[in-house]
């Protein structure tokens, strides 16, 4: 069953601010799954602001990605290593011993499976795509994956070049952790703002369905999911 938060985004981002400054002082270990893109942006603010204000430290917090882009160095400023390091990890007490980020090749993913494996992933933070994707498990993706090499849908490609001067410089292939390991997560906070997202949003709840084709479905399964969504992305349902 998944639990539905509707209000605006603002209270959005402060009402799950507030599970993390609380999970984390419960436990100081605990590990994060963490996501790039627009969504996270605000929260990864307000961590780093909580952070500034003493009331929570990432001394002994461990953190795993959800993905990367394949083939684009650490280095480069469109990698999710650099969205990390920008808007987060460079900016609280990680260590960087603690942060795992998935690789930029097909050859890294043994590695990256077996960390994970040997970690259980306490709260998992996800966006969607407007395309029911989540991580980058697009469409049609089998529930059963692991971190594998994924080709990015069209509509993904077209939704990310916002970030990209040209669209012919959006990577097209990406490491992504699977709909498996997401599922193994104890606890799962997914969080859909804007307008963009309301067809997506619409379809996932218009029934009980559970389809390959709508990825973000598998997380029905899942017995400790939020989906925090502001009025705009509400507004179909
Ligand atoms: P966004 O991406 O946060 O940039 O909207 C969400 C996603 O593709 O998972």
Known sequence: MIKKVIKSKEEIYNDVLEVYVNEINKNPEIVLGLATGSTPEPLYKKLI???????????KVETFNLDEYEGIKKENEQSYYSFMNKNLFSKVDIKKENINMPPNKEEGIEEYEKKLNEKKIDIQLLGIGSNGHIAFNEPGTPFNTRTHKVKLAQKTIDDNSR???KKEDVPTEAISMGLANIMEAKKIILIAIGE???EIIKELFSNDNISEQLPASILKKHEDVTIYMDQEAAKLI
């Not at 602001?49 to 001394?59: L, M, V």
Request: aromatic share 24%.
């Open 196 to 198: 963009t997202k309301a």
């Open 49 to 59: 602001e909580a952070y500034n204000d003493s009331k929570i430290s990432f001394s």
């Open 163 to 165: 970030f990209f001067d």
